[in-house]
């Protein structure tokens, strides 16, 4: 029994206004390929296919053509694919009854039953290609506080997290149900979470628990799960020893990820084997200047020309990420980047500019505007808003203003 696990897909997203279709394309082709090469079972996506609530018709259509796919190159395929906490979950599984039909299960919400859990729906078998059932996988969608009975948001000082503790019960009571039915068979977990201990990707991925607690020990996971699939952080990584994965996003979402190595996650029931990484190719280069840290406007117009770029159209090229230290005023540094970039096969994905702090007093006494001039405090807002000295034009500019009043 042979599964492949992935997350994060964030079909729709756009950067700085750019479309990501075609890198989207190109991984949901990939990972047509990969499902073929390595004889898969079972494909478990584990939220956050869509990059945000309301995805534009284009989206939905590239997700569904690309599950057809998989089903038409291989009909004896399983597909497990649950919401994240960018996904609109109800839209998600509103063509459910249909894709069930071609072996695609898609969990938006949490359904309950009279004892619980309703585990005729979020318990799933997993048959191998004889048709033997192998394991199950209990597909949790990502939870909200509604889902979590007995949440007591403010709990005592020195307990559990509120949103910790509830969950946990939650766990613990499905769990023990999903493993008396799974028997001897592996019970594999689905959830879209942050886990403590996983490293998350600055500014790319929303603390989405509630009530003061936004991770979960791995630990929440009862050991009668053989492995915990999840999505929300886009590193790949391992937590509990290897049994509670994180596949990554397929290809990097921000300026934080261009280091990772992006890939999907193979689960090899039969040889005992541990996750294996299987690396996926980078569909569009993501270049950051520089790489660390901060440089001024000059050293960022010589790392430009010294960049080897593809011959393609701009709306195909790299994305690109700038992070300047501004030597001089803001306007002039946009002004001079347009310049360079303009002439460029790149897309701008993100630019910053930080201002050196100024070094003044601990605690300046303000100034006495009897013994001052207009220009010397413009002069002073100047250096404040630029860091840097105006220059005669600048100057100019302001006595001309001056005189208009």
Do not use: K
Request: net charge negative; glycine share 8%; proline share 9%.
């Amino acid at each position: 029994m042979r599964i492949l696990h992935t997350a994060d897909w964030h079909i729709g997203q756009t950067l700085n206004g750019w479309s990501r279709e075609a890198e989207h394309r190109a991984f949901l082709a990939d990972l047509g390929e990969i499902l073929l090469a390595e004889q898969v079972d079972a494909l478990l996506v584990a939220g956050d296919v869509f990059d945000g609530l309301n995805p534009s018709g284009e989206a939905q259509r590239l997700l569904y053509a690309a599950l057809a796919g998989y089903v038409r190159a291989n009909p004896r395929l399983q597909i497990v694919l649950t919401s994240g906490n960018h996904d609109p979950a109800q839209r998600l599984e509103a063509p459910e009854a249909v894709l069930r039909e071609l072996g695609v299960h898609v969990l938006g919400t949490l359904s309950r039953g009279p004892g619980g859990m309703d585990l005729d729906r979020h318990l799933i078998p997993l048959r191998d290609r004889a048709g033997q059932i192998r394991a199950q996988v209990l597909a949790l969608p990502f939870l909200r506080q509604a889902d979590l009975p007995g949440l007591r948001l403010g709990a005592e000082e020195g307990t559990e997290g509120a949103v910790t503790a509830a969950l946990r019960a939650l766990l613990a009571e499905t769990v023990a149900r999903a493993a008396a039915i799974a028997g001897t068979l592996p019970l594999i977990a689905m959830a879209h979470l942050t886990c403590a201990g996983g490293l998350e990707s600055a500014g790319a991925e929303r603390r989405i628990l509630i009530g003061g607690d936004h991770a979960v020990p791995p630990d929440v996971f009862p050991p009668a799960l053989a492995h915990v699939a999840l999505g929300h952080l886009h590193r790949p990584q391992s937590l509990d020893g290897g049994r509670v994965r994180y596949s990554g996003a397929p290809f990097p979402l921000s300026a934080s990820e261009i280091g990772y190595d992006h890939g999907v996650t193979l689960l090899d029931l039969a040889g005992g084997a541990a996750p294996r990484h299987i690396p996926l190719p980078r569909p569009v280069p993501m270049l950051r200047l520089p790489a660390q840290g901060t440089a001024p406007l000059p050293e960022i117009l010589a790392a430009l020309d010294r960049l080897a770029l593809p011959d393609r159209p701009r709306a195909e090229g790299p994305f690109l990420y700038l992070a300047l230290r501004a030597d001089r005023p803001v306007t002039e540094i946009t002004a001079a980047l347009d310049a360079a970039l303009e002439a460029l096969p790149l897309r701008l994905a993100g630019l910053t500019i930080t201002r050196p702090e100024t070094a003044r007093p601990a605690a300046a006494p303000p100034q006495d505007l009897t013994r001052t001039t207009p220009e010397a405090l413009f002069a002073a807002a100047f250096r404040d808003l630029h860091g840097t000295e105006p220059e005669t034009r600048h100057l100019s500019a302001f006595r001309d203003a001056l005189s208009e009043v």
